[in-house]
């Protein structure tokens, strides 16, 4: 087995500052004051300090190395913000790197998102040359597969409609039928499987590993850890721009839900990463024990509440607070939401601040560590804020002696259950 | 799968780097790249893009229009038309003796062959970002592809002048082809060098001055007025010969009335020069297209 990709030390800065800058006149302008020694006439007033930020460097990746070998699965990893888009770029020449190089032997396709490419006034087989080409299929190859991936998309009946008449799962379905069919030897796929129903979804991951048994090597990017961790035999860690880890899947993702996150029970979002939307800022988010303190890891009996704080800046048509309680290695073990409250308002949500709490019972999770995936949204329409892995907690079983399970039972969760045998005659 | 050895299987980073010296990569990916560094190779192997890019062009124009590729006829003759009332008989500018239609239409059938190049081309960083932003196949795939839809548009264009020369001829009026008629395939390309090498300029400007995006649309316009489309360059007094001697796409245009209408003001000394000033044109904007291109995503 040989090596495929060979990542060397690739850095990928950009400028702070000074992209901003749309038009000649601001140009001139910045030069001309830069040539006299005045201050950026742009800045705005208050704003002197990050004159000394000007032509600061951002590092979006730092140094990062690693090979990847033919015919492995490859999760790419971690959080917002990491590189790993960054790195994808690089990857599909979309951007250069600042310095390093990487190597890559034979064909690369990117699958950075379904549909690149179509155009909505042409009919789906259209579309499907069209799109196959941009990929870097010729024609020739495209016209071989044709049957095969109308088949696999599954819209016989409407592959002559333009796909501006589709729904959003036939889009996605032929979309995704395309680039399955390519066939480079290193496919690179870009969280594809968020879109979809299940058995479509069960279908792409069979896909890909068809792909991958074929010897061909595949870069997965998700935020998803049940799918990496189903698909991947590795993985790359990224935070903040540097390689954290690189190894096998099942070692990396308990290190990803686990890092760099508070795991004593609080998250406060500083400026800067409390708000995805003007509307909303994020202020904290906590793991009460039942005595109202902040903990870490609680207690596998008993009750525990997750708090959230945030502040609403313009009121909402409709806010929904979303929570996702995933297991270390990325399962979901449930998610639930502060609509199925039955005091829940749906309608507007006013300006102001608010705190809203969600009340898990005592003898619910299993033993072992848990992470939050918290989400603020209006329900059907835009999603305002969503971290994954915002928070982890771990629960513990007491050393206890009345304790009914005495050592660790498989499962993501393991609820305490009403059981009666009763003898029949 | 079967195990993976060594580097990758422990959770560390890995930094020494020491491929064997057998191995053959086929993509480098490096920080810096030559000006001159065109890949015209590469982009051979994207002709089927090329061609399929050209194909949708000319698909996706006429979708829910009701005429189709018939407007690819209507345009030049509405503007031969609208030019033929206005400075034919209007303003009763002369045309080397050769029927004012006959004369516009020649202009605006070879001007409008670089000016669409030019405002077509001149977008397509920032018109195709999204597209950009997510794959790569070679960047000069959409310029080329075109100057080859356009090619098309002025191939019918042609046609429709040939027709109405045809029926002119027969009806007596003094037009004739000369030699400088095998030089068509020459005016065309240099039409296409123009339009290509100056949109491509424009192209990696505006990916980071926006304004240019602007300039381009009137700049045409005004352009028009200094390249001979309205009357000839027989016309212009000798103290202004310098204008028509300044632009290099005059030649080309005068030409192109020589070859078909019998008519014009040209020397071979002009086209070799224009001829010139055209690869150089293309030169400067392959050479501004290959440097932006590696990393206009991180200013669009």
Known sequence: MSTVISVENVTKSYRLGQIGGGTLKEDFSRWWAKLRGLPDPLLKIGEEHHARHLGEQFWALDNVSFDIQEGDVVGIIGRNGAGKSTLLKILSQVTTPTSGQIKIKGRIASLLEVGTGFNPEMTGRENVFLNGAILGMTKAEIRSKFDEIVAFSEIEEFIDTPVKRYSSGMYVRLAFAVAAHLEPEILIVDEVLAVGDAEFQKKCIGKMQDVSRGGRTVLFVSHSMAAVSKLCQHCVLLDGGRLKLFGPTAEIIPHYLKSGKQTDGIRIWGEGENTQDPRLKLRAMRILAPDGTVVGHVDIRKPFTIEVEYQILETLPQCRINLRVLTSDGTLAFSTADSIDPNYNAGARAAGSYRTRCFIPGNLLNEGYYSLTMGVDIPFKKILFMEEAALGFSVEQTSDLNTRFPEKWPGAVCPLLEWQTKPLD | ?300
């Open chain 2, 1 to 300: 799968m079967s195990s993976h050895p060594t580097t990758n299987s422990k959770p560390a980073v890995d930094t020494s780097h020491a491929p064997p010296a057998d191995e053959r990569w086929s993509t480098i990916i490096t920080p810096h790249r030559g000006w001159l560094d065109w890949r015209l190779k590469q982009l051979w192997r994207y002709r089927d893009l090329i061609s399929l890019f050209v194909w949708r062009d000319f698909v996706s124009a006429y979708k829910q229009t009701i005429l189709g590729p018939l407007w690819h006829i209507i345009q030049p003759l509405l503007m031969t038309i609208t030019f033929t009332i206005i400075f034919g008989h209007v303003a009763k500018l002369p045309t080397d003796g050769i029927p004012p239609f006959l004369f516009y239409m020649s202009g605006i059938v070879c001007w409008n062959y670089f000016a669409n190049n030019l405002t077509k081309t001149s977008s397509t960083f920032v018109g195709n970002a999204a597209l950009l932003g997510k794959v790569y196949f070679h960047r000069l795939a959409i310029p080329i592809s075109i100057a080859i839809s356009n090619l098309i548009s002025f191939g019918i264009s042609l046609a429709i002048f040939l027709v109405f020369l045809v029926s002119f001829y027969f009806r007596g009026v003094d037009i004739h082809f000369t030699r400088w008629i095998f030089c068509t395939p020459l005016f065309l390309l240099m039409l296409a060098g123009y339009g290509l090498g100056g949109g491509i300029i424009v192209s990696a400007l505006t990916t980071r001055y926006r304004d240019l995006a602007n300039l381009v649309a009137f700049g045409v316009q005004l352009l028009m007025f200094g390249s001979f489309i309205m009357y000839p360059v027989s016309q212009v007094s000798a103290k202004n010969h310098w204008i028509a001697e300044l632009n290099p796409l005059v030649p080309i245009i005068e030409g192109f009335r020589l070859a078909f209408l019998g008519a014009g003001t040209v020397d071979v000394a002009q086209v070799a020069t224009s001829f010139g000033i055209m690869i150089a044109v293309l030169a400067v904007g392959l050479m501004l297209f290959t440097h932006v291109e590696r990393t206009f995503m991180d200013t669009v």
